[in-house]
């Protein structure tokens, strides 16, 4: 245990010198203050174990400096111990705790019962400060613990939610699936019989054509969502996983591709085709937040022991008030879409043992971070 540091405030030299000397030669580190105004400031600096305290004294007696240690949230823990001479009886004694003094001392004392008294102070102080320190451990543990319980719970309802949703989302795809493969196919056919057609049929049958091809698409998210299938992970690499992702998903021509891929990249522990369609559905997200506008930079990099791929964009950020909402299954700012993507690319993400995260700053854009397990 560290030496205790013992401050001695008392206006008489004589008092004060005798008193250092001789806790100094008992072993503490000891200062010295000639009133309360002196001591306020070196406890203010310095934090002692201990103050030791004179009543009578100029400018600041020992009961106001007592009042004003015990008021200020930042030393009011300081143990303050009244020692005079002059005020011994009941009534000041009991004043002085009812201001706050953490025990009271009456000269004359023999050095040997002073030295006794201190060292019993110091044994109660240390006791409360590691109780002190026990207490904030075990707060700091529980606070642990219910965040932990929470993600798992929180998990759990996630997955649950997810796996109920993904029951009705391929019921509803297939039901769906037919009746717009017929739309489809009379579009085609008008198309092919209608060569001739004023361009205002023309035009009705591109916006049937369009708006069949978005149905399809959200029906083929409904499925990929209720087909998820457990991890099969095998060593992968990164660079090979994003030149599959950019071929099947080319950006814009006007969207400018920066990739930081180092070579001598270790392979990663995964399932390819579900890391695939994660940095799909990132790289997708991207394209559509810029507007075909801006860049697109995906970079990878060790980190502590896991790989870290970034997939970042230009586009105009996300709001602070949907940060909490945007793995949420069905949650969409898009006017198109049903907001599948990220929910099925967090769940594969940690599937796959990683995790992914986001940063955005509004007007900036936004950067996805997925870590993932090395081979």
Known sequence: MDTATILVVDDDPLVRSSTTRFLKSSGYRVACAVDGEEALVHIQAHHPDLVLMDVNMPRLDGIDALRRIKADPALASTWVVIVSGSRVDTDSQAHG????????????????????????????????????????????????????????QEKLLRQE????????????????????????????????????????????????????????????????????????????????????????HPPFASIHVSLDLPAGLPAVNVDPEQIEQVLGNLVLNACQAMEEKGELAISASLQEGWMLLSVRDTASGIPAENMGKIFEPLFTTKPRGIGLGLPISKFLVEANGGRIDVESTQGVGSTFKVTLPLA
């Open 97 to 152: 705790l009812e201001a706050g003094a953490d025990g009271y001392i009456a000269r004359p004392i023999s050095n040997r019962e002073l030295l006794a008294r201190v060292q019993s102070i110091l044994r109660i102080k240390a006791a409360e400060d590691a109780v002190h320190q026990l207490n904030t451990t075990l707060e700091e543990r529980v606070q642990e613990r219910t965040r932990e319980l929470k993600d798992a």
């Open 161 to 248: 939610r997810l796996a109920l949703l993904g029951q009705m989302a391929g019921s509803v795809a297939h039901e769906l699936r037919s009746p717009l493969a017929v739309i489809s196919n009379a579009v085609y056919y008008l198309q092919l019989a209608q060569p001739e057609a004023d361009e205002k049929f023309k035009e009705y049958l591109a916006m049937i054509k369009r708006e069949t091809q978005s149905a399809e698409k959200i029906i083929a998210d409904l499925l990929d969502f209720s087909r998820i299938r457990p991890a099969q992970k095998k060593p992968a690499f990164i660079p090979d996983l994003v030149d599959h992702v950019l071929q099947r």
